[in-house]
């Protein structure tokens, strides 16, 4: 897919210092952000972000103060499950400090982003900052987004047919193994964080490092503390797990199944981000259970509008890709994973079919194996 002019600046989107395009007084996206803006859209909300943050920091307080005064019980694993889903909303006030959606400055957005990733969940901010920025820059581009890199799952025919290992052992049947591998996620999460404290772009390693070990610390030593060991690894499972599939479930419909880009095909800063989001339909529950992130295709446009404005966004972005014949996809939260995960199953095809012709030829040989024995006995 190629259309349009290459984006004349590279976006700095999880930052939100910068949207591309805006040097272009006359493009596309120049219009719509000039619409968004008169609309006051690109405004703070602090008031949101203050009630949203004290009853956040009220639902943690809340979960780890049952944690203590049930002890051991068979409850603690209805508690592990709600702190599972504490977490995911921990990730998603991350989210928009590091777009700097709650505050204009930049240290003020690291700060707070630091104390409730690496600090509140064990997840790397910066970790984070350095994937989540290519993400905005290049989504679903095969070669630069690393939200579409393969990995344990394969999400382009090309990749599946590359594919060794796990990978491609695992690529037949992704669609299925898609939410049991989800409760990984979590796991998976902090151990990309700790992995990352080496890597020559992370800032401010000792901090991120500190930060990490205090939240490790503090989390086995309250879960071995307060439970017996095997109650507490119970515990820990099943609130990583929950953890790692509501991450997933609020992620994945934002892309997945979404066309993708590869090598040169580059569109314009408005048609990239359009075509390749996907929205979900849904009131202001699905707001708060998604964050704000069903409006995909409003966040990657404008990646440091409040997320409590991206529903005022909608109707202002989709009447301007109307305009301009751009497609719009908006569907049901059911419909996305439908869709993400048909896109997994087709992506597997190659690998079901190269099993199938295995398996024929298997039997072929076996076929004729019996038959030479069969042609032996008679003689």
């Known amino acids: 897919m190629t259309t349009g002019i290459e984006t004349p600046a590279a976006p700095r989107a999880a930052s939100g210092r910068r949207e591309p395009g805006r040097e272009a007084a006359g493009s596309d996206f120049a219009r719509l952000s ?5 609309a006051g859209l690109l405004r703070r909300r602090p008031g949101h972000y203050v009630l949203r943050f004290s009853l956040l920091a009220a639902a943690l ?28 909303q921990l990730a998603l006030a991350a989210h928009d400090l590091a777009h700097r959606q709650v ?22 901010y910066g970790w984070w900052m350095h994937k989540h920025t290519r993400h905005h820059a290049n989504p679903n581009h095969e070669e630069l987004d690393p939200d579409v890199a393969p990995d344990i799952l394969l999400w382009s025919r090309d990749q599946a047919r590359a594919a060794r290992g796990l990978p491609r052992f695992l690529g037949r049947h992704q669609a299925v193994l898609f939410f049991p591998l989800l409760t990984l996620e979590g796991f998976n999460l902090h151990l990309s964080g700790i992995r990352a404290l080496r890597a020559p ?22 879960l071995f503390t307060v439970l017996p060991a095997g109650a507490a690894l119970l515990f820990l499972c099943v609130h990583q797990a929950v953890f790692g599939v509501y991450l997933g479930c609020l992620f994945a419909p934002n892309h997945k199944g979404m066309p993708t880009l590869r090598g040169t095909e580059r569109p314009d800063f408005l048609r990239r981000q359009v075509l390749t989001s996907r929205n979900v339909r849904g009131g202001r529950f699905t707001d708060l259970a998604l964050g704000g992130l069903n409006h995909q295709i409003e966040h990657h446009l404008f990646p440091s509008m409040p997320s409590p404005n991206l529903r005022r966004a909608r109707p202002v972005v989709r009447a301007h890709c109307a305009e301009l014949g751009i497609p719009y996809h908006e569907t049901g939260l059911v419909r996305s994973w439908r869709e993400a ?18 398996a024929g030829n298997g039997a072929t040989r076996a076929t004729g194996t019996a038959g030479d024995h069969a042609g032996r006995a008679g003689r």
């Open 34 to 38: 000039r619409r968004i803006a008169a």
């Open 201 to 222: 772009w992370l800032k401010r390693p000792v901090l991120e490092g500190t930060l990490l070990l205090a939240h490790l610390a503090g989390y086995l030593a309250a």
């Open 61 to 88: 307080t809340a979960g780890w103060a049952a944690f203590l005064l049930l002890g051991d019980s068979p409850w603690q694993l209805a508690v592990a499950a709600y702190l599972g889903l504490v977490f995911g």
């Open 103 to 124: 505050f204009r400055g930049r240290r003020a957005s690291e700060l707070a982003g630091r104390l409730a990733g690496n600090l509140g969940i064990g997840m790397s």
């Open 341 to 358: 995960l048909r896109h997994l199953h087709e992506v597997g095809a190659p690998l079901r079919g190269e099993g199938a012709v295995e």
